[in-house]
């Protein structure tokens, strides 16, 4: 039973995106636990005996012209963490086959089921975004393939790629938190293909992949496009989304300038995916 004294900071960040992206990694990365994002940015949560008086002078992105970031913090009463998630997280099931739950909810009756450890990484399915990225994943035939989960979260996609049949799969994140998410998440699916990485797109060079899945933000993507587009095998299958429907021509012309061919598109709410071959 986790009932430390937690310090929250609310965030509030302009522009959202990709602000608040950055600023949960770089977060991350001095001690803080876990994220809820909202409407005006995030809130961020750290245990008060982890609170080091010059910690947020590490945050770079609060020194950034490009954005403009507010804060304010206070302390929360002791909480026992593991009942509240067990409270607020429930089961999804996506088009009927495929069920993303924890552990502590009932086994699923669907084809497919994921085990998620709710930590706060992003990627447990409730997001517009991987519901799209996984309703893509749903309709492929990824017998034999190899695949690539760029931005992992959780690591729910690459756990999806591999039990339908992937041959080997790599998933990727930035994010410390999100990285040690992933290996908990692969470990508790019994994942015997899936290779968890820490790092950027740069982690790619000289690989190559039949289907690459990339749910990051808009300006991230575009500038490691040219690394998906080497790295795709002829005939390939290229999943983006995290990013808004008025984002599509940018992404777009992105991809037409490697000759990848967009076929498909998702909308959910505000939030698209694009599904692109070569």
């Not at 808009?218 to 490691?224: G, S, Y």
Request: aromatic share 8%; charged share 25%; with cysteine.
């Amino acid at each position: 039973m986790d009932q430390s004294i937690y310090i929250e900071y609310q965030f509030a960040v302009d522009p959202l995106v990709p602000g608040v992206e950055i600023l949960i990694a770089e977060l991350g990365e001095v001690g803080f636990e876990s994220f809820v994002e909202t409407d005006r940015g995030v809130n961020a949560y750290i245990q008060k005996t982890d609170m080091k008086d010059v910690f947020l002078e590490a945050i770079q992105i609060l020194k950034s012209r490009e954005f403009r970031i507010e804060h304010t913090s206070s302390e929360i009463a002791p909480v026992n963490w593991n009942e509240t998630w067990e409270s607020n997280f429930k089961p999804i099931i996506v088009d009927g086959i495929c069920t993303v739950r924890a552990p502590f909810h009932e086994q699923a009756s669907t084809r497919l089921e994921v085990i998620i450890e709710p930590k706060m990484s992003f990627g447990t399915g409730h997001h517009e975004s991987t519901h799209m990225m996984i309703q893509y994943l749903l309709k492929e035939d990824l017998s034999g393939k190899t695949i690539l989960d760029m931005g992992c979260g959780t690591g729910v996609l690459a756990i999806i790629a591999e039990k339908m049949g992937a041959s080997a799969v790599m998933a990727i994140d930035i994010d410390p938190w999100s990285y040690e998410n992933s290996l908990e998440n692969t470990a508790k699916n019994n994942s015997k293909i899936i290779s968890v990485i820490q790092g950027d797109a740069s982690s790619i060079k000289g690989k190559s992949f039949d289907l690459i899945m990339a749910n990051i933000n808009r300006n991230i993507l575009l500038k490691d496009m040219h690394l998906y587009a080497e790295a795709l095998n002829d005939k390939g299958t290229l999943l983006l989304s995290g990013f808004y429907k008025e984002d599509i021509p940018l992404i777009k012309a992105s991809c037409d300038s490697f000759m990848l061919k967009l076929v498909q598109t998702i909308e959910r709410e505000q939030w698209v995916a694009l599904k692109f071959i070569n």
